[in-house]
RNA sequence: AGGGGUGUAGCUCAGUUGGUAGAGCAAUGGUCUCCAAAACCAUGUGCCCAAGGUUCAAGUCCUUGUACCCCUG
């Protein structure tokens, strides 16, 4: 049965590892396309903050999941696994091979593992609504809220986690059903073989190479971009604006930050949200990991 | 040169009337099934600048030295 599922690569990482432009090389050996696998490089316009490759660098080979979600757009990983697993077939049924690349850890692990999320669109009122019960009576009491109807999710989901919290009361209120319950019915078989491979590199060398990377970016025109984008009458709470590097630069125009602490804050980010990544692929035991740079 | 201040965890600092030390940030580890570049959890032994002294006991008092900062000439 293995040998039906088709094959596909893919290149993870912490951000600045070198992702980019590792795939891109193994797309040209190997005649693939790229499919990016990251939750920010899908907006349109957010180009240098996000680093997306430019069209020098993609050197011919076509990139699919970029640039096409409008930036005041709330995007969800349900329309990415979706998309996203179009992209990979059709590349397939073009006798190519399908390169899977990026740093959103969740977002190409549940495009290859086949985790079907609940079919109702988030409850925005409903989250709404919660959040204010929150801050009325307290994380506690929202998280008491899930203990009579999904035990599991109760125990498992921190009280302080309200975000997580809402989302299990959105999955019942929508269903009827504990998430916890959903969840395991939703745990897909790989619907790929897939090669994995993860680039690591010394934590030293990753958070310097992320710090000059920063002030590249600062060179590049960081803060035009956001104020162009801003200039969209882009909401500064949309999704896109959550990005790193788009925050903190808002953050600088509204006179909250110095230019300087901003670029800090940036690093700052960038730096614990590399760790997170290197802890989510971590667990991944399927991932080949290798050394770019040495050491 | 004289006067004053500071010197405690990688950084910024707490440390009550003397009982061998604690916060924030950083760092590290972790969680993760639609806000995921998000949200959240866990972990704090450091010759308390040095040397003497007082004391049963000193980061905490005294003396001297030392580094840095400020003021006056």
């Not at 009325?136 to 109807?149: R, T, Y």
């Not at 600088?252 to 590399?274: F, P, T």
Request: aromatic share 8%; glycine share 6%.
């Amino acid at each position: 049965m293995e040998d039906l599922k088709p094959k596909i690569i893919c290149v993870v990482g912490p951000t600045a590892s070198g992702k980019t432009s590792y795939a891109i090389k193994l797309a040209k050996e190997c005649d693939g396309e790229i499919v990016s696998c990251d939750s920010m490089q899908i907006y349109k316009y957010m180009n240098i903050g996000t680093a997306k490759p430019t069209l020098e660098e993609m050197d011919g080979v076509v990139h699919h999941m970029i640039n096409f979600v409008e930036p005041w757009v709330n995007y969800s990983v349900a329309d990415f696994t979706t998309s996203a697993r179009m992209h990979i077939s059709d590349i397939l049924a073009r006798g190519k091979m399908p390169i899977l690349c990026g740093g959103t850890g969740l977002y190409l692990d549940s495009t290859i593992k086949n985790i079907k999320f609940i079919s109702e669109d988030t409850d925005v009122e409903y989250r709404k609504e919660l959040t204010l019960f929150a801050m009325e009576n307290g994380k506690e009491s929202l998280h008491e809220l899930l203990k009579d109807i999904d035990i599991v999710s109760y125990e498992k989901i921190h009280p302080n986690n309200v975000q997580r919290v809402i989302r299990a009361l959105e999955v019942y209120k929508a269903t009827g059903k504990p998430k916890s319950e959903i969840d395991i019915l939703s745990r897909g078989e790989e619907i790929y073989d897939s090669e994995i491979f993860g680039l690591s590199l010394q934590r030293e060398v990753l958070y310097d190479r992320i710090n000059k990377r920063v002030d590249i970016m600062m060179d590049n025109g960081l803060v035009e971009e956001v104020k162009s984008i801003l200039s969209m009458e882009v909401p500064k709470t949309a999704t896109a604006m959550q990005a790193i590097g788009y925050k903190e630069i808002v953050r600088y125009l509204d006179g909250e930050y110095s230019l300087e602490k901003a670029v800090d804050a940036i690093k700052q980010e960038s730096r614990h949200y590399a760790k997170r990544q290197i802890t989510w692929f971590r667990r991944n035991e399927k991932i080949k990991w290798i050394n770019v740079l040495g050491k």
